[in-house]
């Protein structure tokens, strides 16, 4: 199924929960909405499932306007972090529950429901799990027993609400992973929501990141990484150095140092450049050097990357480098030193928001 929102609005009193916001979630894929806390990303899956209703705009539901259909004739599948799956059933019973709760007409056979429950356990890999009851269970079991229970009857779309946000980051990273795996094994129109930016841009084949009841930007995992539209997305995807200063002749003056602003630009004022971690070159100080003179206050050099905190000289601004552990170690680096800095890549933006 293909969903699409046109010009929702949704307040909650003065506030403004969702801002004009138009999004297309093509069908197959699995979409993260990404944001910080309050941003809008759960009310917008409401909006989509019917349990809460716009001020104004469109969900249509393949092209169909959706707005008189009742959350359960819409096809959605939910799973949220607290799903509570019922305690006192077994954990085939909980899968089967959807099943057995349809009209006497749409209900299949107890034939039909024990061969779909099985095979929905073995999908998520836990049949031999059957008879245990939910709280004998871990919590990454939990969330997986969800997702079958979820798919047991048939959503033509899944929305999954920050499905594995209580659990510990080791599996987490897990469960994000075989999340990924299974979409690809069933392809049901997916929406995932999530302020964890590195669990969008491994387990999504659109992101959409929201601030604030707009949408800032949408597109592929490493199309929204390295061409951030804004200084938003910039800050929210990964770590980033900020450098500020003014921008004249295609030109960043900040503190002693000056920076060529990439591509064709005639705009002058007040400019900030973006630049990763990774993205500076790292280099022991020689007089005359060109860059960013900086102090080493500290470094990490555990595992494949060496992590460098730097404190400008000029202006005693703190600068995180990331260089291969192998150049780390060749160049001998000591806590102390004086080093330059250049930026192999930057972005600038001027009057924070104009991209140039
Ligand atoms: N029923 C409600 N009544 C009043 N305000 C609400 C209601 N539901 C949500 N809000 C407010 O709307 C804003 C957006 O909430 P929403 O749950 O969509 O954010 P979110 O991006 O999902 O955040 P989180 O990641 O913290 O869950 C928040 O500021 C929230 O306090």
């Not at 939990?142 to 229970?149: C, D, E």
């Not at 392809?187 to 669990?199: A, C, G, K, L």
Request: hydrophobic content about 40%; aromatic content about 6%; some cysteine.
């Amino acid at each position: 199924m293909t969903i699409e929102v046109k010009n929702i609005n949704k307040r909650f009193g003065d506030f403004v929960a969702l801002n004009n916001v138009s999004l297309a979630f093509p069908q197959g894929e699995l979409t993260a909405l990404l944001g910080p806390s309050g941003c809008g990303k759960t009310t917008l899956l409401r909006c989509i499932a019917g349990l809460e209703h716009p001020d104004s705009g469109q969900v249509l539901l393949d092209g169909h306007d959706a707005s008189e259909r009742h959350v359960r004739e819409r096809q959605v599948g939910f799973v949220f972090q607290h799903y509570a799956l019922f305690k006192h059933m077994t954990v085939f019973e909980n899968v089967a529950f959807g099943l057995r709760v349809k009209s006497r007409s749409e209900r299949p056979s107890e034939d039909q429901i024990r061969r779909k429950v099985k095979d929905l356990l073995e999908l998520v890999q836990l049949d031999w799990l059957a008879d245990r009851y939910p709280p004998q269970l871990s919590g990454g079991q939990r969330q997986r027993i969800a997702l079958a229970r979820a798919l047991a009857v048939e959503p033509r779309v899944l929305l999954l609400d920050e499905p594995f946000g209580a659990l510990d980051a080791k599996v987490r990273k897990e469960l994000r992973r075989w999340l990924r795996r299974l979409h690809d094994e069933l392809h049901v129109t997916s929406i995932f929501v999530t302020h964890d930016q590195e669990e969008a841009l491994e387990v999504a084949d659109q992101v959409v990141l929201m601030n604030k009841g707009n949408v800032e930007q949408i597109g592929a995992p490493d199309e929204v990484y390295n061409h951030p539209a804004s200084p938003f997305v910039y800050g929210f995807l990964g770590n980033v150095n900020v450098f500020h200063g003014r921008v004249q002749d295609g030109v960043l003056a900040s503190g002693d140092a000056s920076f060529t602003v990439p591509g064709e630009s005639s705009a002058a004022g007040k400019g900030t450049a973006y630049v990763r971690p990774h993205e500076l070159e790292v280099d022991r100080y020689t007089p005359g050097a060109e860059g960013i003179v900086v102090k080493l206050r500290r470094a990490h050099a555990i595992g494949p990357l060496a992590q460098l905190d730097l404190e400008r000289g000029d202006t005693n601004e703190l600068i995180e480098a990331v260089i291969p552990n192998e150049r780390f170690s060749s160049l001998g680096l000591q806590e102390g030193e004086t080093l330059v800095v250049r930026p192999k890549r930057l972005r600038v933006f001027v009057d924070e928001g104009a991209s140039i």
